[in-house]
């Protein structure tokens, strides 16, 4: 009989949920908007030290309204890291705008700040410099925001911060999500917390997401009529799904620290395998390790990751690769993109040598000891490069 399947990251309720959602139902607040989201936007603004926060229905829907509220539109350009998800650079082929891709550096796999600057000068002497920057911090590491911030400044572009992976992650102290003019968090099913869907976009500025709420519910002019003046959209979120991450936000601190303790167990089994390299974590920075990653050296490690994803596959776990770099995906073909060192693309590098492990904060100790002693299986077949552990 087959077991039951390991995932990535799979949904894990508290057992409050229920109680906010049937204080929806008892109050009849079948709708968008109501008490639940007024709590849920209040609890998050909190946690990460904003002044507000606007709930949405997806953090796709929070990227699209900061940009535009940012004025982006098809004559303008958009920097976004390359190394993410296709959600954090989709908006800006909604607005028209042409996105220009950044690569990744070592230390966090995030937005490299040479690669950026490099950019910014080149952008600056073409006259024409981006309206925004879209830093992203994945799978919960906190970019280099210090360098970035500070190009960002000296070129005065607005930074929209893509923490959709990193809620419960801090960089030198400071909330992931609160570096930017925006922030955007994501509540999808597999998030270290989740609403079923939705998201959330936050900011000091409190005018803009009051502006924010308004092209979320379809621009309606202040009138008593229906009265539209421009366009809007049909972004805000459910009060019934906003029950859900109330419950949620209570255990938040808990899920990081599951997930940081599955990545530990991971390393202490595994990393001492020659040739696996850990993401590692930037120091002064606090990772919520939403999903524990590393990259196999090929030097070293015989098994490629594509083999050993396929392996696991068949015992019914499920590993994945890293994100594809948005510069190599057919939608942006021809896009420009910044390397942080032409001989060395470290998001191409990072891409072809990752995985993503089952990092799931309700996974088993079981669950966990099956991953690692298939791990081992899989590398030891094929490879006779592993230290003994003493
Ligand atoms: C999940 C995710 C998003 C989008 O969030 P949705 O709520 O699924 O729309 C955006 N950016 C990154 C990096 C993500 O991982």
Same mark, same amino acid.
């Given at each position: 009989?087959?077991?039951?399947?390991?995932f990535?990251?799979?949904?894990?309720?508290?057992?409050?949920?229920?109680?906010?959602?049937?204080?929806?139902?008892?109050?009849?607040?079948?709708?968008?908007?109501?008490p639940?989201?007024?709590?849920?936007?209040?609890?998050?603004?909190?946690?990460?030290?904003?002044?507000?926060?606007?709930?949405?229905?997806?953090?796709?829907?929070?990227?699209?309204?900061?940009?535009?509220?940012?004025?982006?539109?098809?004559?303008?350009?958009?920097?976004?890291?390359?190394?993410?998800?296709?959600?954090?650079?989709?908006?800006?082929?909604?607005?028209?705008?042409t !996105?220009?891709?950044?690569d990744s550096?070592?230390?966090?796999?995030?937005?490299?700040?040479?690669?950026?600057?490099?950019?910014?000068?080149?952008a600056?002497?073409?006259?024409?410099?981006?309206?925004?920057v879209?830093?992203?911090?994945?799978?919960?590491?906190?970019?280099?925001?210090?360098e970035?911030?500070?190009?960002c400044?000296?070129?005065?572009?607005?930074?929209?911060?893509?923490?959709?992976?990193?809620l419960?992650?801090?960089?030198?102290?400071?909330?992931?999500?609160?570096?930017?003019?925006?922030g955007?968090?994501?509540?999808?099913?597999?998030?270290?917390?989740?609403?079923?869907?939705?998201?959330?976009?936050?900011?000091?500025?409190?005018?803009?997401?009051?502006?924010?709420?308004?092209?979320?519910?379809?621009?309606?002019?202040?009138?008593?009529?229906?009265?539209?003046?421009?366009?809007?959209?049909?972004?805000?979120?459910?009060?019934?799904?906003?029950?859900?991450?109330?419950?949620?936000?209570?255990?938040?601190n808990?899920?990081?620290?599951?997930?940081r303790?599955?990545?530990?167990?991971?390393?202490?089994?595994?990393?001492?395998?020659?040739?696996?390299?850990?993401m590692?974590?930037?120091?002064?920075?606090?990772?919520?390790?939403?999903?524990t990653?590393?990259?196999?050296?090929?030097?070293?490690?015989?098994? !490629? !990751?594509?083999?050993?994803?396929?392996?696991?596959? %068949?015992?019914?776990?499920?590993a994945?690769p890293?994100? %594809?770099?948005?510069?190599?995906?057919?939608?942006?073909?021809?896009?420009?993109?910044?390397?942080?060192?032409?001989?060395?693309?470290?998001?191409?590098?990072?891409?072809?040598?990752?995985?993503?492990?089952?990092?799931?904060?309700?996974?088993?100790?079981?669950?966990?000891?099956?991953?690692?002693?298939?791990?081992?299986?899989v590398?030891?077949?094929?490879?006779?490069?592993?230290?003994?552990?003493?």
């Amino acid at each position: 009989m087959m077991t039951e399947r390991i995932f990535l990251s799979s949904p894990h309720m508290s057992g409050k949920e229920q109680s906010y959602i049937e204080e929806a139902f008892t109050t009849n607040w079948i709708a968008p908007l109501g008490p639940n989201v007024d709590a849920f936007e209040r609890q998050i603004a909190d946690y990460v030290e904003v002044a507000d926060a606007a709930a949405t229905s997806s953090g796709t829907a929070a990227i699209h309204l900061a940009l535009e509220l940012l004025g982006v539109s098809k004559v303008d350009t958009v920097f976004c890291s390359t190394l993410t998800f296709i959600a954090s650079a989709n908006p800006i082929l909604y607005t028209g705008a042409t !996105p220009v891709f950044i690569d990744s550096e070592e230390k966090t796999w995030n937005m490299s700040p040479v690669a950026l600057e490099r950019a910014l000068v080149q952008a600056k002497q073409n006259g024409k410099m981006p309206k925004a920057v879209i830093i992203v911090n994945l799978y919960g590491q906190t970019a280099m925001m210090d360098e970035l911030v500070a190009l960002c400044e000296e070129y005065s572009v607005p930074i929209i911060e893509d923490a959709a992976e990193s809620l419960g992650s801090y960089y030198k102290g400071k909330p992931s999500g609160s570096f930017g003019k925006f922030g955007v968090f994501s509540f999808n099913g597999n998030k270290i917390i989740t609403t079923s869907g939705g998201g959330m976009l936050v900011s000091n500025d409190v005018e803009a997401l009051k502006q924010a709420r308004f092209l979320a519910t379809q621009a309606r002019d202040a009138a008593v009529h229906y009265q539209h003046s421009i366009v809007g959209y049909n972004y805000r979120l459910s009060n019934i799904l906003a029950g859900v991450g109330r419950a949620q936000m209570e255990v938040l601190n808990e899920r990081v620290k599951s997930r940081r303790a599955v990545f530990n167990r991971y390393v202490n089994e595994l990393g001492n395998i020659n040739g696996f390299d850990f993401m590692p974590e930037l120091e002064g920075t606090y990772g919520n390790r939403w999903l524990t990653t590393l990259t196999l050296n090929p030097e070293k490690v015989k098994t !490629p !990751p594509y083999e050993l994803i396929e392996e696991l596959s %068949k015992e019914n776990i499920e590993a994945r690769p890293v994100w %594809k770099p948005l510069h190599l995906q057919p939608l942006f073909e021809g896009c420009k993109f910044y390397a942080h060192d032409e001989n060395d693309v470290v998001s191409e590098r990072l891409f072809k040598q990752g995985v993503c492990l089952p990092s799931g904060s309700n996974m088993t100790l079981e669950q966990q000891k099956k991953v690692i002693e298939n791990i081992k299986h899989v590398i030891g077949v094929n490879n006779f490069s592993i230290h003994s552990a003493e």
